[in-house]
Structure formats: C-alpha cells, structure tokens
C-alpha cells in the first residue's frame, strides 16, 4: 500500500470528490456514477502535475538561494553561525582541514580493513570456536 501514498495527493483526490459531487447534484446521479471511473483514473495523472509542479518551484527557490549566495561575493560556512561568511582563504584552509581529517579517516579505515582481513586475525577467530564446540 506503500505505492499508493507516492502517487495519491489528498488535494488531488478532494478536488475530484468535489467534481463528482458537483456532477451528481448540478447534472444527475447517473452521469456523476459514469464519471467515477474516469475521475478515479485521473487522481494519479494530476498529483504526479502537482508534484512536478511543486518540485519545479523548489528548484526555482534553490537556484535564487544560490544566485544571492554568489553575488555576495564569499560563501557561507555551514558549521558557523547563520549569517557569518567566510572569505576565500578561509574557505580554502578550511577546505585542507577537512582534506586531512579525511585523509587520516581513510588511513585509518585502511588500516582497519588490512587488520580484518588478515589470515592470522581469522585463526584468532577461529580458535575460541573451535574450543567452545570442543574440537581443540
């Protein structure tokens, strides 16, 4: 049932509720009773237009944050607080910062890896298993 819940919107579905009602007290109970099946039909088709059109406006929204980040003229640091921008070469030494932590981060899980995957590490696995199921 969880597909349903991507492709349903509650503004979609209400709209074509009022549709169907419209259609059944303007028109006649029959006519609205042959529309059903067409309106159940469409809910999909016009929440996937709304979607579209929402994420179209969160994209326009993105883009002008951006474009007023860039006329400013120097970038905002996401760890300081709201307001405080960075010069180039502080984004550029912070930018080394993070290089080297990231560096160390991945000799370090480097080192992790080797160790774990090293045959004598299997035999010290091993050997208390083999104890506890009385083999050794």
Known sequence: MNIF?????WK???GLAVVAAGLFVLVSPAVAVAALPFLVAAICPLSMLLMMKGMGKMQQNAQANAAAAGSAGTTQNSCCAPGKTLSREEQIAQLHVQLQDMQSQQERLTAQLRELNSPRQETA?????AMAIGRE
Not at 125 to 129: G, M, N, R, Y
């Open 12 to 14: 979609v579905m209400v």
């Open 5 to 9: 819940k991507k492709c349903l919107n």
């Open 125 to 129: 696995l091993a050997t208390p298993v």
